[in-house]
Nanobody
Framework: QVRLVESGGGVVQAGGSLRLSCAAS????????MNWYRQAPGKTREWVAE???????NIADSVKGRASVSRDDTKNAVYLQMNSLNPEDTAVYYC??????????????WGQGTQVTVSS
């Protein structure tokens, strides 16, 4: 079955950096576009970044200039590097993939999330 396992979260001071990792299994990883989302307390889940199967990256405006996303197809892993963190970046960060099951049907999968807390 599909599994997405995030790691790398923690508590960091404002201005610091974190590198989040997501290990994927059960999918043909090099064919998948991988995403990062986050959800802050009391807020809706927010898209953060995407790295497509060709390596092209897209970053949300809210973190542009402070975040980068990358992938390693040899390890079935995707990474989110966050720099210049501020308390507004405090959230649970989720790895996400949408797998096409047929021309007319796809299935979304989420990891369990990793908590990032930025202290001021």
């Amino acid at each position: 079955q599909v599994r997405l396992v995030e790691s790398g979260g923690g508590v960091v001071q404002a201005g610091g950096s974190l590198r989040l990792s997501c290990a994927a299994s059960g999918i043909i990883f090099n064919q998948c576009h991988m995403n990062w989302y986050r959800q802050a307390p009391g807020k809706t889940r927010e898209w953060v970044a995407e790295v497509r199967n060709n390596g092209k990256a897209n970053i949300a405006d809210s973190v542009k200039g402070r975040a980068s996303v990358s992938r390693d197809d040899t390890k079935n892993a995707v990474y989110l590097q966050m720099n210049s963190l501020n308390p507004e970046d405090t959230a649970v960060y989720y790895c996400h993939v949408r797998v096409r099951l047929s021309p007319w049907r796809s299935q979304e999968y989420w990891g369990q999330g990793t908590q990032v807390t930025v202290s001021s």
